[in-house]
């Protein structure tokens, strides 16, 4: 039996403070692909030193066994963020994402938005964005769908103790042409200090497409992930 993955993410924000973080752990996946594997990532982020913050993304996941390949996706974004007051801004991103598992054999899109921080301080902060876009989509069974989008999504974040801390991160995307057809993600996340520099994560992650991108495939993609994070 031959099994093959990689995972790897990269994040990189015009900053003066930057810090790099290795993940390593185990991913447990259902819907389109049903896996159990370990997994390892690499990060780049940092804390932006003026009022424009910019960022790049980009995760390529892959696994295979045997002569069967059972899960290929690779996403890519580039975005801009404007602080225009204390609690208020512009973002802008643009996309570019591939996963033949759930349908797509490519997509790529932009959208522009308004964004506020809603709670701010303590323990608790809250931010909540929306805004309109584009997106080009040909399924692996060679159908276009290019249509304008709207989305609305939120950030939440947590200090539950000296130790842990809860990051829930959700968005809804829906299609102007077409109010059947809609996307939500969701990424929950709890951290916690095990040393200075190590960290253990645990993240639950949900991808629901109302109208899949071919017919037939699961509407609803979740992965469970235990990983360990060292910051270096």
């Not at 990051?167 to 993600?185: H, K, M, R």
């Not at 992650?205 to 060292?230: H, K």
């Amino acid at each position: 039996m031959k099994l093959v993955i990689i995972l790897c993410s990269i994040a990189v924000v015009s900053a003066f403070s930057m810090e790099t973080s290795v993940t390593l752990g185990g991913l447990l996946t259902s819907g389109n692909s049903r896996i159990s594997q370990t997994d390892a990532g690499f990060e780049i982020s940092g804390t932006p030193a003026t009022a424009f913050e910019t960022g790049l993304v980009l995760i390529a996941s892959y696994g295979k066994q045997e002569e069967t390949t059972y899960r290929e996706s690779y996403f890519s974004e580039g975005s801009l963020k404007y602080s225009i007051t204390e609690h208020n801004y512009t973002a802008a991103r643009a996309y570019w994402t591939m996963d033949k598992i759930s349908g797509i054999n490519h997509e790529y899109g932009a959208s522009a938005g308004l964004g506020r921080e809603l709670i701010s301080g303590g323990s608790f902060t809250a931010t909540l964005e929306a805004g309109a876009g584009y997106l080009s989509r040909e399924n692996t069974e060679d159908v276009i769908l290019e249509t304008s989008t709207w989305y609305t999504g939120t950030d939440l974040e947590w200090q539950i103790s000296d130790s842990w801390t809860a990051v829930e991160s959700a968005i809804f995307t829906g299609d102007l042409q077409d109010s059947e057809n809609y996307y939500i993600g969701s990424v929950l996340e709890a951290r916690s200090a095990i040393t200075g520099s190590l960290s253990f994560v645990m993240g639950y992650d949900v991808t629901y497409y109302s109208i899949p991108p071919v017919e037939g495939n699961e509407n609803t993609d979740t992965a469970l992930r235990l990983q360990l994070r060292f910051d270096l």
